[in-house]
Nanobody
């Protein structure tokens, strides 16, 4: 069964850093663009970044630029969301999603697979 699994979330304090991992199972991420989304309580799911097969970045919105970044390691079949200087309004469930061969628009229906999400809570 094809799966995307996010990990690395948790409860952190404002100003802390986290690295989220998106791992593919029975899914070779090397052939996919990998995007990161988040959904805060009571809000719509919003796209953050997509990283292409060769590392090119697409920013869906700039609200986390300068604090968050993305990377991938095709040898480990994983992609990462690096989050720094976390704030309480970063509290959300974070999802990764993939699209074969490309980074599409932010439209959710354009992605082939989604992970189940990992909770990030930023609170003092």
């Amino acid at each position: 069964q094809v799966q995307l699994v996010e990990s690395g979330g948790g409860l952190v304090q404002p100003g802390d850093s986290l690295r989220l991992t998106c791992a593919g199972f029975k899914l070779n991420l090397e052939y996919y663009g990998v995007a990161w989304f988040r959904q805060a309580p009571g809000k719509e799911r919003e796209g953050l970044f997509c990283i292409g097969r060769e590392g090119g970045r697409m920013y869906y919105r700039d609200l986390v630029l300068g604090r968050f970044s993305v990377s991938r390691d095709n040898a480990k079949n994983a992609a990462y969301l690096h989050m720094n200087a976390l704030r309480p309004d970063d509290t959300a469930v974070y999802y990764c999603a993939v699209r074969h061969y490309s980074c599409p628009t932010e439209e959710r229906s354009e992605f082939d697979y989604w992970g189940q999400g990992t909770q990030v809570t930023v609170s003092s």
